[in-house]
């Protein structure tokens, strides 16, 4: 028998794990030296480099539509924290650093989370959903991602009305599994954050714009059974384009999937290994 891990003999135990990784994160913090951006402007920078709207409540297999309700509210209450932030050259930008804990003393509820490979709730569940689209439009731009988690591993839902490639989305639990960028440019940027009653909305600006432009793409996605197991598979690349030129500067492999598929495989277009 598999030797269990300290954080799952009880509740007990995996509540002093989440202490300690948090303790961790916080003496991390302290002694890393790093710049966080904390200045925010109700005035908007100029140049709109990328925006991108997420739906909020979506169709995902038969997850409770009260968690997405709730999801809702919850990203209502993050926004603010984030909305306008400025990004300043030399600055990291920390997603729970400004958002903080979401905790039901500040009006979270119970949402949609992920764990152990299984769709399960938590009080500020959703927050995965604000990181996925900060991730989006930062993968279109020269900033530096400095963490990034994922799902790795597994797809737990059917697509629907899918308008991002499979696999850049992220994870995040708070405080220790982050979402960060570096600002390593010569340029300062600005993330717009808000929410309307059907989507989350976001825009990433700068005070000049940019010589390149970027693009995500993904290259022989497909599914494959592997003995009794059906496993998505592919690779998703960034383009780098020279606005002046229209030549292809870089090409880059950002993520190479090979997720088990953890839904009903019934209506998939399935490969046979060979």
């Known amino acids: 028998m598999k030797r269990k891990l300290f954080c799952e003999i009880s509740p007990f135990t995996y509540k002093i794990s989440v202490l300690k990784c948090r303790c961790i994160r916080r003496i991390k913090n302290l002694l890393s030296g790093q710049k966080f951006a904390n200045e925010k402007s109700g005035d908007k920078l100029p140049f709109i480099i990328y925006k991108h709207n997420s739906l909020i409540r979506r169709t ?40 903080g ?19 399960s709730k938590g009080i500020g569940g959703g927050m ?12 279109h731009t020269p900033l530096d991602i400095v963490e990034h988690h994922h799902h790795d591993g597994f797809d737990l839902f059917p697509d629907f009305n899918r308008k991002v490639p499979f696999g850049t989305g992220t994870s995040i639990v708070y405080n220790y599994l982050d979402y960060r960028f570096k600002n390593n440019t010569d340029k300062t940027f600005q993330l717009i954050v808000y929410v309307t009653d059907t989507h989350l909305c976001g825009e990433l600006r700068a005070d000049g714009e940019l010589e390149n432009t970027y693009h995500i793409e993904t290259e ?31 090409r880059e492999l950002i993520r190479e999937n090979h997720a088990k598929v953890m ?7 399935i490969r046979s290994l060979i």
């Open 128 to 139: 995965c959903q604000f990181t996925n689209l900060i991730h989006w439009m930062i993968l």
């Open 101 to 119: 804990s979401t905790t039901e003393r500040k009006g979270y509820k119970a949402g949609l989370t992920i764990s152990n490979a299984a769709t």
């Open 220 to 250: 022989n996605e497909h599914f494959i059974k592997i003995g009794d197991d059906v496993f998505r598979k592919g690779k998703v690349y960034r383009n780098t384009t020279d606005k002046r030129t229209g030549n292809t500067l870089k």
């Open 60 to 99: 995902l297999g038969n997850v409770d539509i009260e968690l997405q309700n709730n999801k809702a509210v919850n990203l209502a209450i993050a926004c603010p924290k984030v909305d306008g932030i400025i990004i300043k050259p030399g600055e990291v930008f920390s997603f729970w650093h400004l958002v």
């Open 263 to 269: 839904y009903d495989t019934t209506n998939l277009e």
